[in-house]
């Protein structure tokens, strides 16, 4: 029988939780009150019976606002307006169920936990991990979305990032995870290629003698992504005169060689990439409306590497161990001397995943001995002439956040506490749950550390 945890707020009734434990248990999952250890876990339930501003915090606090997937089940009196299931979902909430009817309500919540559990055992999976990295909120957030569109949908899918941030790994591992039994495979085309004059054989394929050149017959595109995964990387440079011809092809699932007359079947999951704003595109008359919305069934917004800044060391620590497994087979990574994590963490990356992947392969190829990557490893064009200056960390945005909080009603003692669970939080992340080297950073002993978190996880 599957785990789960539960927390309770807001005046929920013992009975009520007696009642939701049952209806779990007999769909299979066993419901544990929260802990330091199992909260953190993987999904669980919030249950509550007034909604004030303890239910806010419980959400922000058990769903690490969003990473870990929290439903907040409704167990009091009457109905709940409709407004405050946007703001528990604001709060961290992944759902809202109300419990007026206890089967349905335990029926719905045991369902999407399932789901989530299947969605998170994929993320954590080998697979995944190898080839997309990454623990922060935002890169779990968009993973999860995802896997579940890869393995339990056959939808299409836009993938919108900016270069080199893993639009066609993410690709490929969209047409890796499709559960077709008959899977076909992944046809990449690069739209940035493909000129105007032969786009029709690229997609369509011809016939033989179809224009001068064409000596024999060839299958194009959508025959040889028949039953698999079609990519269009750079979607948004797909000649003009194609898009019609791609949208009728989407909806018929059917077309012809140039220079044929027979109709020929396909049947394939499109996925496409692009780094430009389609349905600016689409606004200004340079990209089909109606294709737009063929293609944008799943949208998919990859971050960019400065908006999840915690996974820059541990993308750092796999890129060296792949340069380096040649030389050094089956062996950890060297560590980074401190220098140079701060080095990595303050460089601007605007290749994102790519550039920081390149640098270091350079920085395996400098490196010899047994020893940490030092600064004297890095390339002479990387090193700074002078010490970079700090940055001030009491930025415009951070004044921003504490402006919001006031505005919110939050004093200043929840402003201190959170500001410190959010930098404890990062530390840990960045330093990959060393707590010393993460309590160095913070400036606070291993055992202050230890105690904060310990206390954190209790309240």
Partial sequence: MASIWHHTCGGVAAASVEAVRRGLAQRGLDVQAASAQNCRAGPGLLLFANLDAEVRDALQDLSRRGETRVIALYAGEGALAGVPHWSLLEAGAADVI??????QAAAMAAARIRRWQQIDDIVDSPLVKKNLLGNSPAWKRVLRQIVEVAAFTDANALIIG???????????LMHTLDVRRAKGQLVVLDCTTVMSELAGSEFFGHERGAFTGATGPRDGA???????????DEAGELP????????????ERSYKRVGGTQ???TDFRLVCATNRALEDEVARGAFRGDLYWRIATCIFRLPPLRERPEDILPLARQFL???LAERRPGADPPPLQEPVRDYLLQR????????????????ASRHVGEGPITVGDLPEDERPTTAPPAPDWRSLDFDTAVHSALRL???LRDISSHAADVAIRIAVGEEEGNLQRAARRLGVTDRALQMRRAERLRS
Avoid: Y
Wanted: charge should be neutral.
């Fill in 162 to 172: 900016e270069s080199g941030t893993g639009k066609e790994l993410t690709a490929r």
């Fill in 348 to 363: 601007s990356f605007p290749g994102n995943v790519r550039e920081l992947r390149q640098l270091m392969v350079r920085i």
């Fill in 409 to 411: 009603g939050a004093g």
């Fill in 321 to 323: 161990a792949e340069a």
């Fill in 98 to 103: 109300e419990m007026a009817a206890l089967e």
């Fill in 222 to 232: 959508f025959a040889l992504a028949d039953g698999g995964t079609l990519f269009l």
């Fill in 240 to 251: 003009v005169a194609m898009q019609p011809q791609l949208l009728r092809v989407i909806q």
């Fill in 263 to 265: 109709w020929h079947k």
